[in-house]
């Protein structure tokens, strides 16, 4: 079984930055694709950014050249790093990791930005 812990979400003023975290535990097929998601209220979960096990990165328009994700597979750990941050980031981000067999994901972690 599967389990992904994410955390390092917080409070920070706009233009700050925050790491998050996500360390998966338990069997995990070579082929994958992890990444982030978030979901503000009354909106749909949006892919924020993933990297294959491959090593191929994608990100949604809104964060490029402001979010970057990176992994360590020794560790079984993605990261994201979101740098400049804007008030419109405050929500929601889950871990996501996807696998031929299923889908899993993380509890979440509140980022909130103030301006």
């Known amino acids: 079984q599967v389990q992904l812990v994410d955390f390092g979400g917080g409070l920070v003023q706009g233009g700050g930055s925050l790491r998050l975290s996500c360390v998966a535990s338990?069997?995990?097929?070579?082929?994958?694709?992890m990444g982030w998601y978030r979901q503000a209220p009354g909106k749909q979960r949006e892919l924020v950014a993933a990297?294959?096990?491959?090593?191929?990165?994608n990100y949604v328009d809104s964060v490029k050249g402001r979010f970057t994700i990176s992994k360590d597979n020794a560790k079984n750990t993605v990261y994201l790093q979101m740098n400049s941050l804007k008030p419109e980031d405050t929500t929601v981000y889950y871990c996501?990791?996807?696998?031929?067999?299923?889908?899993?994901w993380g509890q979440g972690t509140q980022v909130t930005v103030s301006s």
């Open positions: 996501h990791l996807r696998t031929p067999a299923q889908n899993y």
């Open positions: 990297i294959t096990s491959g090593g191929s990165i």
């Open positions: 338990g069997t995990i097929f070579s082929s994958n694709v």
